[in-house]
């Protein structure tokens, strides 16, 4: 049996099989990233949900893995030189594909291309299209000043774009399906949750709707999108 006594955050949130990944997450896009990629790989884990409330985020238990106070996390006890805890999805998602041996491409070209689309949603679309549904439905949406709305607005269109182009002809975005295409697919659908899909052009845009389409429609992703379970 593994040991997992030397991650404080087992005190709060046990494992009940110590012996496979645990996977501390919320199912927000940056959250099912990891719980797709872990059953896209066919990865055993086990899922604790951590709320994005300061009681659970910035609990000791929690920072004690992850002093960035952000979901998701994992601790795998069957690292490469032991027990190993990780924070970032993006870290993460290179870590599992890696471990896994899937996902990743099929020669040190294909891994680097994939990562550079990775950075580009770590980087880029992501933080973009987070701080536009700030000023569009949560509490940013209540400031007067249109500047922060706009600048957000345009950058997320200007990504899309990029993306956009990119996929011309393509089912993913880096050749074959990959962790660049479990990064950017989750982040281009919250458009719908935070109402902004409109705003960006989306049923303008000739070949994303497709992707992120295809993308929901594999089996993997349709029954990670909600682990860990947030009811």
Request: glycine share 8%; aromatic share 10%; charged share 25%.
């Amino acid at each position: 049996m593994a040991d997992l006594s030397d991650f404080p955050i087992t005190q709060r949130w046990h494992a009940k099989d110590p012996s496979v990944i645990q996977l501390y997450s919320f199912p927000t896009p940056n959250g099912v990233k990891v719980s797709i990629a872990l059953e896209e790989m066919g990865l055993a884990y086990e899922p604790h949900l951590v709320t994005l409330s300061d009681a659970d985020v910035k609990s000791d238990a929690f920072l004690s893995l992850n002093p960035n106070n952000k979901i998701p996390a994992i601790i795998d006890p069957n690292g490469p030189d032991g027990a190993i805890g990780l924070f970032e999805s993006g870290a993460i998602l290179l870590y599992l594909a890696e471990k896994s041996g899937k996902f990743i491409g099929a020669t040190t070209a294909d891994k680097h291309k994939i990562t550079q689309w990775l950075m580009f949603q770590m980087g880029g679309l992501g933080p973009m299209l987070g701080q536009m549904g700030f000023f569009y439905k949560f509490a940013g949406s209540q400031i007067e000043d249109p500047r922060p709305r706009e600048r957000y607005r345009d950058e997320a269109i200007r990504l899309l774009a990029v993306l956009d182009k990119e996929l011309a002809g393509k089912d993913w975005i880096a050749g074959d399906y990959s962790i660049a295409d479990m990064a950017i697919a989750p982040w281009v659908n919250a458009l719908g949750f935070y109402g902004t899909k409109d705003e960006v052009g989306y049923d303008d845009l000739k070949n994303v709707p497709a992707y992120v389409t295809r993308f929901f429609e594999r089996p993997a992703v349709d029954k990670a999108k909600n682990i860990p379970d947030p009811s």
